[in-house]
């Protein structure tokens, strides 16, 4: 597989050292030369960071804590005053990193000790590198805990500086089993690595700065995880002079029942603020003035409801619907009744237009995620952690736990594009390419938000470009309104209606940060953007 130039590319572990070796074996790059460059950046962005003061530098027995004792090199070399704490003896190291240990000048390496951490103005944590899984153990595991009570300090707390990954991180997956460093910063090499950037890896990270290290750029690996660019946008049609409302893509909004009618308001709102040329609402005929009271700009079809919810007999003229559209949003407020969760279930089945499942659609799923693998359309699944757990039949904590394995699961199982929400939303593809937001956007943890993802992601579907593109789109410009949202009332104040509002100009902004020849899908030139600040 090969991703699509929108996405930055993330490589775990296995694409890493199949990298590392080509360069090696096959472009006849000096092995010992990398670490010099990956120890020299480090050292170099650590001195940037912390310009006086003691640095504690904690290296492992493998190569990350040869990239330690080359960084203690050059910092001492530049006048530096550095501890460097070893967790084996430099007759126990074996290949580049026991000959970086042994070209350390001044005083040697000490063995490791809480107490040695006192005083340090900045910790590099060198311990555990990207080829790490699993839980840390011995001398490992003590030192991590030294660093986290050292952070814990207060006023006088060290900046900690994770060397490539944070020690404890799967930096693969994101997964952390036991405990694990926390860093302000996090220095990688050559490129970020999906750990850095998925949770609860993320949250340990801190900043990510990439240093470049020589590796040739053509090398022959091809990463299936990446991070969403703001080229995407480039993906989605724009009107021109010759435009239409149909031409612009036409959306069924199926949901609402007895106090929930905001939920499909909302996805109906923000499908048409995200260029959508014409929406309708599918909705229990009971509620109807509600949604024409609500809705100016949105067309209303009643269908047979019982109480408020929607019945099982409102199934032909809903599918009649799907063939006058080119998308289908499924489930905000639609209710848990037995009738309506049926409903679901048939309609999602022989809908044949792109579907995405939101809400109350995917707990109509729960536990038969495989029924939705024969749809004749396009799938997408739009889930927060306890809805896929409910999908897949586990606890909350798992799918928190292990997010890649789970969404990646999942898009298997349903054979759709799965979209686990969170800061780090994930977006996976049945043929396991993943795309990973940037996030930065707490403003959007307050509810109503997600109709407001599903309704943009349902507005690009029915644009008739490649669904993947569609989805990570959308996840991407619902990131950025919420930012713009935030900026305007404050993170704490937004709520969903705003971050519908922020749409357009979140569009507008992204598009004009892109090169464009004209054409509104056309290629651009590829270039790197880096975590927003």
Known sequence: MTLPHWLTPLLDAAEQRALDRWAIEQRGVDGLELMERAGSGLARIVAEQVPRGLIAIVCGKGNNGGDGYVAARRLREAGRTVRVLALAAVEELSGDARINAERLPGAAPEPFSAAALEGAAAIVDAILGTGFSGQPRGQAAAAIAAIAAARRRGGGAPLVVACDVPSGVDGSTGEIADIAVSADLTVTF??????????????????????????????????????????????????????????????????????????????????????????????????????????????????????????????????????????????????????????????????????????????????????LAGRPAATVLTPHAGELARLLGRSSDQVAAQRLACAREAARTARAIVVLKGDDTLVAAPDGRVAVSRGNAPALATAGTGDVLAGVIGAYLAKRIDPFAAVCAGVHLHARAGRLAAARVGPEGVIASDVIAALPAAFRELVDRVPSSGSPASDVAWRSVGRPG
Request: hydrophobic residues 45%.
């Open 190 to 371: 050559h490129a970020p690595k999906p750990g850095l950037w998925i949770a609860p890896g993320k949250a340990h990270a801190g900043e990510v700065r990439v240093v470049e290290i020589g590796i040739p750029a053509e090398g022959p690996v091809r990463p299936s995880i990446g991070l969403i660019d703001d080229l995407v946008v480039a993906q989605v049609p724009r009107r021109g002079p010759a435009s239409t409302k149909f031409a612009a893509g036409s959306v069924l909004v199926c949901g609402g029942s007895t106090g929930l009618t905001g939920a499909p308001s909302m996805a109906c709102e923000a499908a048409m603020r995200a260029g959508a040329g014409y929406v309708t609402a599918l909705i229990p005929s009971s509620l109807n003035a509600v949604f024409e009271s609500r809705l100016l700009e949105v067309m209303t079809v009643p269908l047979p409801d019982d109480g408020g919810a929607l019945r099982e007999d409102a199934l032909e003229p809903a599918l009649e619907r799907c063939g006058r559209v080119q998308a289908l949003v499924l489930g905000p407020g639609l209710g848990r009744r037995a009738a309506t969760q049926a409903l679901a279930r048939a309609l999602a089945a022989r809908a044949p237009v792109p579907l995405l499942l939101d809400a109350d659609g995917l707990n109509a799923h729960a536990g038969a995620l495989e029924t």
